[in-house]
């Protein structure tokens, strides 16, 4: 049983996917409650504005999130191989960010992985890389951002202290006192208030 199956199962919520995604879920034989909405839109759940948009990745239909709620935006970005333009806009003005930070290169290149693998996650539908959620910090990631929190690293092809450096790194040559946080594979992040 998948895991979004699971949770549907576990706490008989509404499950909220794109009207391309709904039909790709076997859900076996639970029939969850499904609200579906086109990628791109935005629509309320209870007092939360959640805006939608489309990313890179491999996926049917693939999506990443911003929340806002008593004017607090919050987003997160994972399972995309590169940031356009149209993600960085969706960004502006977020107090909290989850930014992918997949993997180091040079631990791809050489960890347990098939090549088909490798080509897959380094593409353009794949996955973040710190390098380039450096690059993404050190250009583009907006001064009112309050945290970032590096999430969605890979268990053998990056390590947190890595992600870390890099991305201190990016803030500190841009003067930007961002809190820094990295979420660590298998572990529980702290609780975030704001």
């Known amino acids: 049983m998948s895991g979004l199956v699971r949770l549907a199962r576990q706490l008989d919520i509404p499950v909220y996917l794109t009207r391309l995604t709904a039909p790709a879920i076997d859900w076996e034989d639970y029939e969850p409650k499904l609200e579906m909405f086109q990628a791109g839109t935005s629509f309320p759940i209870g007092d ?40 960085c806009f969706h960004l502006h003005g977020t107090s909290f960010l ?13 960890g347990p992985y098939p090549w088909s693998v490798k080509q897959r996650v380094m593409s353009r539908r794949g996955h973040l890389s710190n390098d ?9 990631l907006d001064s009112s951002t309050c945290t970032l929190l590096l999430g969605h690293l890979s268990e053998h092809n ?14 500190e040559s841009r003067g930007l006192e961002t809190r820094l946080v990295v979420s660590e594979p298998g572990k529980q992040s702290e609780v975030f208030t704001f």
């Open 48 to 87: 939360i504005e959640v805006s939608s948009f489309t990313i890179p990745h491999d996926a049917i239909d693939p999506v990443s999130f911003a929340f806002c709620a008593e004017g607090v935006k919050i987003a997160v970005v994972t399972d995309l191989g590169y940031l356009p333009e149209s993600i």
């Open 98 to 110: 989850l930014l992918e930070s997949n993997h180091d290169l040079d631990m791809l290149k050489v």
């Open 132 to 140: 380039v959620a450096s690059d993404f910090i050190r250009d583009g």
């Open 158 to 171: 990056n390590h947190p202290e890595i992600a870390r450096l890099t991305a201190a790194q990016a803030l």
